[in-house]
């Protein structure tokens, strides 16, 4: 096993000026590991290696002349619900079959503009419809953790589950990710990766596959603050294809990251005290509480009255915007078709074989809620909840910069465990929903082990537009609570005994 | 709400799924439990709150109208299922 696949993002770009190593040797080591590792964890649903290569030589070229770009020749993964150019492109489900895009999505455009290597393209949640990789029509991501002294397959969270355990196992240096409702945040939490979904508009969502197209943002899955810092900073930026990315400057993130947070004012909402939350959650909370207390931050107790509400108003908002998104696959432009005897039966066999059942299942509750005569009282209802959920932010940032919760109301769960019961599964996002109906930008940054032995993360909260408050206060809380890494790299080398895993070449049925 | 068989299959027709009699009978209790949860939304007074359109007041971008894409036919049937010519090809619509 390579020891350039355990660098962070930034030590392997001061190791390539200095140039201690070439960016093929970097891009190798990765897609060295990967082969060794994708059939046990099978975080790549297409691993990239000609084409890393030959951006690697070009980055080499640059390096060699010292024309380097920010993310010169640094190998990342491509969650699968990005666009790539004549590259597949499936958002792990069966209904995009073979689909092959004849453009780049503006966020992946950004990276590789700025000299990046893509590696592959990352596993999903099916349509990033999930809590725990599950859902995906290529078989789940298994977590590179595990419990203490267990061998249970445990989940990396959704729906960036791809992205958190490559980042986690050192298949790339960071990933993109996309979160809607926590689906960078949560597997960032679950596998000691920090994970940010910027403000919405920060991001361009121009190429990646929609879900729910007023919640959606893009953001990164990295080893440390710092290295999320540097990927934000490459991939935001305004973008006259999304009308709703916003046109305003994108600060040095990286820049801004050694200025303390002395006088920072923390936000501590009594409202995510929640019924059932596990002490281990609790003591956590308590422990980044006193260490941003350490740091020179004051602490507030603040009111988000209508915290509870997110999650039910997410689940109206989400999948009306979804089974509005989807209604574009019916087997007529891309993607599978199965036939049938005559064009709606052709669309309803394609949309019936193609989609999986929880994708099924919110396309179905989306049409319902959206149906004649229930319009005002399920999404309209649910977009004025949206509303009060922003004005308790607005007034509590008066009295705060920033807020601090959890990140998941438990630790890292084993495969099965909760797909049985949809609302359990739901609940997963508890914590971050809130912040994707407010549109605001929110980080998770680890900050212990549970008695298990596994990651758990506390999240970040911050005001419009504010990402570098997050990445000063969440390094605040790196630097106090230290980075977690998995120790052995049990799944690597040993694929053989792996095979068990499901991993499979193409989206398959079970 | 109370969401029965009849309704499921509304809803899927609409929706252009085909469902099975077997998914018919355990969506109808899927989506009952779901739309029963979401109904604690009831509980809160939303009357004179206007609903959220977007999270920072940004006037709506406009763009010069001119053609700014196209010749691009190929890239677009490119991945279509059945193509002929530049037409996409679907199962007779109009007899």
């Known amino acids: 096993m390579s020891e350039l696949t355990r660098l962070t993002l930034a030590e392997a770009r001061d190791g390539l000026k200095a140039k201690t190593f070439s960016a093929t040797e970097l891009t190798k080591a990765h897609l060295e590991t990967i082969e060794a590792s994708n059939e046990a964890l099978n975080a790549y649903v297409l691993v990239t290696p000609e084409h890393a290569l030959a951006q690697a030589k070009e980055a080499d070229a640059r390096l060699a002349k010292g024309e380097a770009r920010p993310l010169e020749g640094l190998p990342l993964g491509n969650k699968d619900l990005f666009c790539t150019d004549g590259i597949r492109t499936t958002a792990c489900s069966k209904i995009l079959d073979d689909f092959k895009p004849t453009y780049e999505s503006t966020v992946g455009a950004n990276l590789w503009s700025a000299g990046a290597v893509m590696l592959g393209k990352l596993n999903n949640d099916e349509f ?4 725990s990789n599950e859902t995906s029509a290529f078989g ?3 977590s590179p953790w595990r419990r203490n002294g267990k061998t249970d397959k445990l989940v990396p969270g959704g729906s960036s589950g791809g992205s958190s355990a490559a980042v986690a196992a050192g298949l790339c240096l960071a990933a993109t990710a996309t979160d809607t409702g926590g689906s960078i945040r949560q597997p960032a939490a679950l596998t000691g990766t920090v994970g940010i979904k910027p403000t919405y508009g920060r991001c361009s969502r121009w190429g990646i596959v929609a879900f729910a197209s007023s919640l959606d943002q893009a953001g990164p899955i990295a080893k440390t603050v710092r290295d999320a810092a540097i990927m934000l900073g490459a991939m935001a930026g305004h973008d006259p294809k999304d009308t709703t990315s916003v046109n305003a400057p ?3 993130y990286e820049a801004a990251l050694g200025k303390g947070i002395k006088g920072l004012r923390v936000g501590v909402p009594k409202e995510y005290r929640v019924e059932g939350m596990s002490k281990e959650i609790d003591d956590l909370w308590t422990k980044g509480i006193e260490w941003l207390k350490a740091a020179g931050a004051t602490i507030h107790e603040i009111s988000l009255p209508h915290t509870k509400y997110a999650l039910p108003a997410y689940y109206i908002v989400a999948p009306a915007e979804a089974s509005s998104n989807l209604a574009r696959y019916d087997g007529v432009r891309y993607g599978l078709r199965v036939p049938g005897k005559d064009v709606i039966d052709t669309y309803e066999n394609t949309r019936a074989a ?4 929880e994708v099924r299942r919110r396309i179905l509750i989306g049409t319902y809620v959206l149906s004649a005569g229930y319009y005002d009282a399920y999404y309209l209802k649910a977009q004025k909840v949206r509303t009060l959920i922003k004005r308790d932010f607005d007034e509590a940032w008066s009295k705060v910069d920033v807020v601090l919760t959890p990140t998941t109301p438990s630790p890292a769960f084993a495969f099965g465990e909760k797909t049985g019961d949809p609302l359990a599964m739901y609940l997963e996002d508890i914590f971050t929903v809130t912040v994707n109906m407010a ?3 929110g980080l998770s940054v680890p900050a212990g082990l549970s008695s298990e032995g596994t990651p758990l993360g506390l999240q970040l909260i911050g005001k419009p537009f504010d990402e570098t408050t997050l ?3 969440a390094q605040a809380i790196e630097d106090a609570a230290g980075r977690f890494t998995v120790g052995e790299r049990w799944w690597a080398g040993d694929a053989k005994k792996a095979a068990a895993a499901p991993a499979k070449k193409k989206p398959g049925g079970k | 709400m109370q969401v029965d068989e009849k309704t499921v299959r509304r809803i899927a027709r609409l929706a252009r799924i085909k469902i099975t009699d077997e998914e018919a009978k355990s969506l109808e209790g899927e989506l009952s439990g779901i739309l ?9 007074d939303t009357t004179s709150v206007e609903p959220m359109t ?3 007041a940004q006037e709506l971008k406009k763009r010069e109208d001119r053609v700014t894409d196209g010749e691009i036919a190929d890239a677009i049937v490119k991945n279509a299922p059945v193509v002929d010519d530049h037409y996409f090809v679907v199962p007779k619509v109009v007899e």
């Open chain 2, 54 to 56: 977007r999270v920072v």
């Open chain 1, 354 to 357: 193609g989609f999986g059942k």
């Open chain 2, 36 to 44: 029963n949860w979401v109904e604690q939304l009831d509980e809160i």
């Open chain 1, 250 to 252: 994108v600060p040095d």
């Open chain 1, 471 to 473: 990445f000063q206060t």
């Open chain 1, 128 to 131: 990033a419809m999930g809590s």
């Open chain 1, 439 to 441: 549109g605001l930008p």
């Open chain 1, 140 to 142: 789940p991501v298994v």
